[in-house]
């Protein structure tokens, strides 16, 4: 078998970051983790990892000494910590990115504006009684930043329901 010469750094290491390890593993390719989680299960399949805080620069430094390109698994990556990489080592995808993905308004507004179709969706900063009409329900209200699989989100079968 070859040496592995190019270290890939994962951002996070979660399942998507396992399956990430996996795929780069078939390709000879050295992983690097860097994740918040001791619970991480891309961390028993990486070459090495580093379970810190994502703002920890120290370890951040240490990290990017040991990789090529540095990359992430999922958006709640902080944003500081990804530009903070990218002035020192190439992060794919870019981190402006994340920007956008951490935020569902800004996400989806992005998808519309480009021609890329989106279930309809409103922005409600405070509930004004008299403008919401029947039409929108069921309807699955959506918290702006944070929620995933399932958490941040509440469902509404009607008007009735979610006043």
Not at 2 to 19: A, C, D, M, S
Not at 68 to 77: C, D, Q, V, Y
Not at 129 to 136: G, T
Not at 138 to 158: E, H, M, S
Request: positive net charge.
């Amino acid at each position: 078998m070859r040496k592995k010469t190019f270290t890939l750094g994962i951002f996070g290491g979660g399942q998507l970051g396992k399956f990430l390890v996996q795929a780069a593993n078939k390709l000879n390719i050295r992983t690097f983790v860097f994740t918040d989680s001791i619970d991480s299960p891309a961390i028993y399949y990486c070459d090495d990892f580093i379970i810190s805080s994502y703002e920890n620069k120290k370890k951040l430094d240490f990290f990017i000494k040991n990789i090529n390109l540095a990359t992430f698994e999922f958006e709640n990556i902080p944003f500081k910590t990804l530009d903070y990489v990218e002035k020192k080592i190439n992060v794919s995808p870019k981190p402006s990115i994340i920007k956008i993905l951490q935020d569902r308004l800004k996400e989806k507004t992005f998808l519309n504006s480009i021609g890329i179709k989106t279930t309809e969706f409103y922005y409600l900063k405070k509930i004004n009684k008299k403008k919401i009409n029947n039409n929108v329900f069921p309807a699955l209200v959506k918290t702006i930043r944070l929620g995933y699989d399932g958490k941040g989100q509440i469902f509404f079968k009607n008007k009735k329901n979610f006043l």
